[in-house]
């Protein structure tokens, strides 16, 4: 026969089960249940004040027991391994963007710390992640090749910087005063006028990057936003005052 107890905070019979133990009452369990003891402790913060006074003790106690909590949260580990893989799947495929959210705002709050530490991983574990992103992308190529195409087709204004920047980093024709904000707003603008418009627009560098007899710069001063057939009759051979 399971033993019960009315709560003296719900009043409700409970198995005893449902108490937290506590030495001192006369049947060796706690006054409320557990679910009462949890909203008692949330409104009148008994928790709360009871770790901002006792801060050092605690902290004190953590450290001297860290070792012991390690053991004891690995050997539980061990023991119910399976069970807690199935239950972080289960939750990961269930709440896809409470992850992805909770991921984002920890990178934003501790990414300081997090960077240096992934850059030196990533310095000691070179050969491994090249192989690991080769398997990675033969397994997944299908899937990976849809996803890039959704980011393309939502972030046209993006794709539309790629090969211009790319050139320009290759040729080292950007220089550390740029402003990319300006840069990026004329490729948002060549997006804005096309999707407006019904014809294509593009981003034209005024002096060109690639050219036989010049070589300008990829800044904001360099760049202006005009239609694509005007840009394709100038070609890299013109620019405002050039020599005749």
């Known amino acids: 026969m399971v033993e019960t107890k009315a709560c ?12 937290y133990r506590r030495t001192r009452s006369c049947d060796g369990h706690a006054w409320h249940c557990k679910k009462c003891s949890r909203i008692i402790k949330n409104e009148r913060g008994y928790d709360a004040a009871y770790r ?6 605690l902290r004190a106690q ?11 949260q690995r050997a539980y580990y061990e023991k ?13 495929a269930e709440n896809p963007e409470k992850i992805r959210a909770s991921l984002a705002a920890t990178w934003i709050k501790r990414g300081h710390i997090y960077k240096p530490r992934a850059a030196k991983w990533r310095a000691r574990n070179k050969d491994y992640l090249r192989i690991y992103q ?14 890039i195409a959704e980011w393309k087709k939502a972030n046209p204004e993006k794709v ?3 090969d211009p920047r790319r050139r320009a980093a290759a040729k080292q024709a ?19 006028r096309t999707k407006m418009l ?8 005024i002096v060109p990057l690639q050219s036989p007899i010049v070589c300008g710069l990829h800044c904001e001063q360099n760049m202006q936003v005009i239609p694509g057939a005007v840009n394709c009759r100038k070609h890299n051979n013109q620019w405002p005052d050039m020599p005749a």
């Open 8 to 19: 003296t905070f719900c009043n409700e019979v409970k198995p005893l089960t449902e108490f």
């Open 52 to 57: 901002i006074k006792h801060s050092e003790k």
């Open 62 to 72: 953590q450290i001297a027991n860290r070792g012991k909590y390690a053991a004891t």
């Open 80 to 92: 119910n391994k399976e069970r807690i893989k199935a239950q972080v799947a289960k939750y990961r």
């Open 134 to 147: 080769a398997t990675h992308y033969e397994t997944n190529k299908e899937s990976m090749k849809r996803r």
């Open 160 to 162: 539309a910087q790629w």
């Open 174 to 192: 950007t220089p550390r005063w740029a402003i990319s904000f300006f840069m990026d707003e004329a490729y948002s603008l060549s997006q804005l």
């Open 198 to 205: 019904g014809y294509p627009w593009h981003v034209d560098h």
